[in-house]
């Protein structure tokens, strides 16, 4: 059996707030998945969005299951992004899959989950209605900004 292997593609370290994260030139002809890995702070709780190749037409889907601690709900969603987590006002870390990210001929399943620190939990799983291979990801916040992070891009590769 294979190993997989995670090669890092890049990361940010945010030296000042930022409403944005964006990963750019990401290899067309690779292949695997990419995984995200996002360790940050907000300076409001609010949503965190994500979306690909710059895309912010209606072609992302989803269901999400979250629990603060006292409350537990999930939902269902279409629009311009995938929901790549809940930002919070204290530490957290929320990690990002996109499976088969390269392949052209297959629209795009995102999975991610996150912790915060004191009260939040959540699991997501997307899809980006779009055979085109992923060149680029962008995070940004709904309100707020980013007070602080690290974000790590790798690619995971198996042969």
């Given at each position: 059996m294979a190993t997989p292997t995670y090669t890092l593609i890049d990361s940010t370290t945010l030296g000042s707030s930022a409403s944005s994260v964006t990963f750019t030139g990401i290899s067309a002809t690779g292949k695997g998945d990419l995984v995200l890995v996002c360790d940050f702070v907000?300076?409001?709780?609010?949503?965190?969005?994500?979306?690909?190749?710059?895309?912010t037409g209606s072609n992302y889907s989803g269901v999400s299951m979250e629990n603060d601690g006292g409350t537990t709900v999930s939902d269902?969603?279409?629009g311009a992004y995938f929901y790549a987590a809940a930002g919070?006002?204290?530490?957290?870390t929320t990690i990002i899959q996109i499976m088969?990210?390269?392949n052209t001929t297959q629209h795009k399943t995102i999975l991610n989950?996150?912790?915060?620190?004191v009260d939040y939990t959540a699991g997501m799983a997307s899809r980006w209605a779009n055979?085109?291979?992923?060149?680029?990801?962008?995070?940004?916040?709904?309100?707020g900004t980013f007070s602080s992070g690290?974000?790590?891009?790798?690619q995971i590769v198996s042969e």
């Open positions: 907000c300076s409001t709780a609010n949503r965190i969005n994500g979306n690909l190749n710059g895309d269902l969603r279409t919070r006002t204290t530490q957290a088969n990210y390269a989950r996150i912790d915060a620190s055979t085109a291979a992923v060149t680029s990801i962008a995070l940004s916040t709904t309100n690290t974000f790590y891009l790798y």
